[in-house]
Each structure stands twice: as C-alpha cells, then as structure tokens.
C-alpha cells in the first residue's frame, strides 16, 4: 500500500506537471523568473499563502486519485501494484520496453486513464482558482515560484514568511 501512496503522488504529480510545463514553458519564452529585489514580501505572503492551501487541495486531489483507480481496477484482473508498474513504464522509454502488457492491461488503462484526466482537470481548476483567490495572477505565480526555486535569498525570505503565515 505504501507503494502504491508513493506511485499515486509521482503520478498526480506528473499529470499535475505535465499540464503545467506546457503553458510554464510556453510563458518562459515571454518572461523570465522574476528578479530577487522585484518580488515584495506581500507578495511572497501571497504566494505562501497560496502554495499552503495548494499543498492541502493536492492531498484531496490525490485522494480521489487514489479511489478513482481502486474502484476502476475493482472489477479488472490488475492490481494497484501493476496499474502503477505499467503507468510509470509509460514514462519511461527504457523501463516501456521491458514490460510486457497485455491487450487486457492496455484496455484497464485506456478506461482508467479518461477518469484520471477528469480528475487531473479539476485539480488545475482549483489550483487556478487557489492562485487567483490568493490576489497573484497566473503567470506572477509562475514568476515568484521559479524564483523561490532558483534563489537562495528568495528561498530564505520564503520559508520565513510561510513559517510566519502557519504560526497565525
């Protein structure tokens, strides 16, 4: 089961990631991470207000991941162990080859895969929603998280701030 909570957050992240890199990579084209000295503190109390109530949709989010593919798999012949050996090998040019999936396996996730999508959808609508509540635009989100990500001193005035914001 263990495996199978660590596999469900590797795959929720990458239909997370996926659908982000696309639009992320799109916007990196126009604008780069935003200067360390551009990015106020009310912006970061915003950006860590957001990632906070991010961090508690993404377990919801897993959650009815998790119970999508338990009750798909519920009348099928795979187990969660292989449902996510064939998911991962999908990303995995090497690891893909290796497998041996049957027609009935590929048919499992060909079924489960359009229910993962729906949930994947809702999850961007939320976070998109999360993001605009929080008072940043998308793509200022963006800018502030890949500066938190790729500068120290953004980083330390980040997890200050955020420590600040969970305390109250």
């Given at each position: 089961m263990k495996i199978f909570k660590r596999s469900a957050v590797f795959i929720l992240g990458f239909f997370l990631i996926a659908g982000a890199a696309f639009a992320q990579g799109q916007q990196m084209k126009q604008q780069q991470a935003a200067q360390p000295d551009s990015i106020s503190d009310k912006e970061l109390k915003k950006f860590a207000t957001a990632s906070q109530k991010m961090q508690k949709v993404n377990g919801e989010i897993q959650q009815k991941m998790m119970a999508e593919v338990k009750a798909a798999l519920?009348?099928?012949?795979?187990?969660e162990k292989r449902f996510q050996q064939i998911m991962?090998?999908?990303?995995?040019?090497?690891?893909?080859?290796?497998?041996?999936?049957t027609p009935q396996?590929?048919?499992?996730i060909?079924?489960?895969?359009?229910?993962?999508?729906?949930?994947r959808q809702?999850?961007?609508?939320?976070?998109?929603s999360?993001?605009?509540?929080?008072?940043l635009q998308p793509q200022r989100f963006q800018a502030i998280?890949?500066?938190v990500q790729s500068n120290p001193e953004v980083m330390k005035r980040f997890?200050?701030?955020?420590?600040?914001?969970?305390?109250?």
């Open positions: 519920k009348d099928k012949e795979m187990d991962m090998s999908k990303r995995n040019k090497k690891m893909a080859d290796s497998m041996n999936v396996e590929e048919q499992t060909k079924e489960i895969q359009p229910k993962l999508m729906k949930v809702g999850a961007q609508q939320q976070m998109m999360v993001i605009q509540e929080s008072g998280m890949r500066a997890q200050k701030i955020a420590q600040d914001t969970m305390k109250k």
